[in-house]
Every structure is written in C-alpha cells, then in structure tokens.
C-alpha cells in the first residue's frame, strides 16, 4: 500500500479549469497504474480517469473525454488530472487510487490504494 495526497480542488465556475495533484510516498510509484475516481452528493463513487505505468495508455469515462487529461511524472512520485470546461455534474470529491498491477482497471476493487480525497465544486 502506497499513501497518496490529493490537492488542487475548489470552487470555480462552470467552464473554468482546475488541474488536480496527487503525490505518493515511496520510491516505486512507477509499478503502480493509477487512477482517480469521485464521488457526488447522492451520487454512488465512478470512475475517471487511469493511467499505465509508463503513461503510454489512459482511460476515461465517456463524460470526462476530450476535456480531461491524465498525466503522471514517475520522477515526481505524482499524477495530475487536468479538468477543463468544468460543468456542474463534475461537482465530486475527487480520489486517487493506486492499483499494483499492468493494466488499468475503472474497478474500484482493483485499486488498493487511495487518498483522502478533494473536493472540486463547479458553480452553474
């Protein structure tokens, strides 16, 4: 298991942008595919985004394509999730996750790892 801190969230308005930040412990953040996740008000925990171990394959949900982008720098022990054209749906804790493994996964389950969590809010 693997500790990781998420930071980036806050309020914006519909439209703008917020770049998340997940930062992990260690020195073998490379073996892990990572992933982020979130949770809404009443709203069971989907899927968001994950990323290989290389970062040569990502994954999102169909309602996060084409306007955010996953991204891991292996030297910074980090994983970024950049949000643009934010809509009030996006409205969540977001968590990153950790899974040991080769492959990603948009299985909760698999990953076992995860963060506390931050909170993005985006205003209509």
């Known amino acids: 298991q693997v500790q990781l801190v998420e930071s980036g969230g806050g309020l914006v308005q519909a439209g703008g942008s917020l770049r998340l930040s997940c930062e992990a412990s260690?020195?073998?953040?490379?073996?892990?595919?990572m992933g982020w996740f979130r949770q809404g008000p009443g709203k069971d925990r989907e899927f968001v985004a994950a990323i290989t171990r290389s970062g040569g394959t990502t994954s999102y949900v169909a309602s996060a394509k084409g306007r955010f982008t996953i991204s891991r720098d292996n030297a910074k022990n980090a994983v970024y999730l950049q949000m643009n054209s934010l809509k009030p749906e996006d409205t969540a804790v977001y968590y990153c996750a950790a899974r040991n493994g080769l492959w990603v996964s948009q299985v909760w389950a698999d990953f076992g790892s995860w963060g506390l969590g931050t909170q993005v809010t985006v205003s209509s």
């Open positions: 260690g020195r073998t953040f490379s073996s892990y595919v």
